[in-house]
């Protein structure tokens, strides 16, 4: 569960959403902290065309502002080429938060995916 501005939001129903937008592959929702210490959600997505990466971006924004309410929506929206697993195959969400000193890099351990995307 997060909490997202007083209010408890499951990141399952935030991945429905973005799992309903045609360009959108797969997609994680993992809760992060700001400068300030308050608690924002940031989806990960992971587009159908990789060549598009705006495209996957922009039908998520839409799914979102159309399936969520305000105050649900994920403050960032990340393109990766892919979800970062673990041994086992199930999704590595802790390889997706940021590391105490930057930017979230890809799971190959690179350097940033892409830049944030506010007010989604």
Do not use: H, W
Not at 9 to 22: G, L, W
Not at 50 to 69: F, I, M, N
Not at 72 to 100: H, M, Q, W, Y
């Amino acid at each position: 569960m997060l909490l997202l501005g007083g209010y408890r939001i499951a990141p399952a129903e935030i991945e429905r959403v973005v799992r309903a937008a045609p360009e959108a592959a797969d997609c994680a929702v993992v809760g992060t902290t700001d400068r300030t210490g308050l608690e924002q959600a940031t989806v990960y997505v992971v587009p159908r065309d990789p060549a598009r990466p705006d495209e996957a971006r922009k039908a998520v924004r839409s799914a979102l502002r159309a399936g969520l309410a305000p105050y649900k929506r994920p403050s960032r929206i990340e393109v990766i080429d892919e979800l970062p697993v673990t041994a086992n195959g199930k999704l590595a969400r802790f390889r997706l938060r940021p590391g105490p000193g930057g930017p979230v890099s890809s799971p190959e351990g690179g350097g940033p995916v892409s830049s944030p995307e506010g007010g989604a």
